[in-house]
């Protein structure tokens, strides 16, 4: 218990991806915005290095997406971190792709729902092994579930609504790519921000389109 009083950490690199996700979707005056509003006026000409150092605090990341909130209001600062999460995906694989290793042929040969599954326990253990986040990726018939139990996007928040759209987003790109261009339904049903055990994220195996 009380583990949201010890320090978690993203490595630096992932912390350097968010930011660089920002600038795409908002803007560099919008990320400086944010900052600002987020406390962290130190972050905004000092990006962190491209590392694996475990330096970028839980509590950054989710003071990110409280001045999100604030500054673009519920939904849009929902919206906003969606698309955010969507663009980290596309960094995040140029960075940590090859250790991943979804990339090699044979890979792409797996039918689709063998892909997601080989896709989603690969990206879980990237998150279990480089970071302090901790994931558990498991399924029915119908669905996958991304079960975050030490979820940095939410850290010390407090929500009505599930807080973490930053993972939705994240997951709606990494299904697309790993389908080849395939749009699944991806939602927030928990969230530790609303006094729920894990931030749980369901996706359904079949794609909407
Ligand atoms: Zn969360």
Known sequence: MNESRVTKFYPNRMGLIILQAMEEVINRSGVTAVLNTAGLSELIDQYPSNDLKLEFSFDTVSHI???????????GGRGVALRIGRACFKYGIREFGSLLGLTEMAFRLLPLTTKLRVGGNAFAR???????QRVRFDEDESVFRWQIDVCPLCWNRQSEQPACQLAVGLLQEA??????????????????????????????????S
Request: proline share 4%; net charge negative; glycine share 8%.
């Open 65 to 75: 997406q409280a001045a999100l909130d604030q500054l673009y209001g519920i939904p």
């Open 126 to 132: 990237l998150f279990n092994r480089y970071t302090d």
């Open 175 to 208: 299904l697309y790519w790993v389908s080849g261009g395939k749009i699944f339904n991806v939602e927030e049903t928990h969230c530790i921000a609303c006094g729920d055990e894990a931030c749980t994220i369901i996706i359904s195996k079949n794609p909407i």
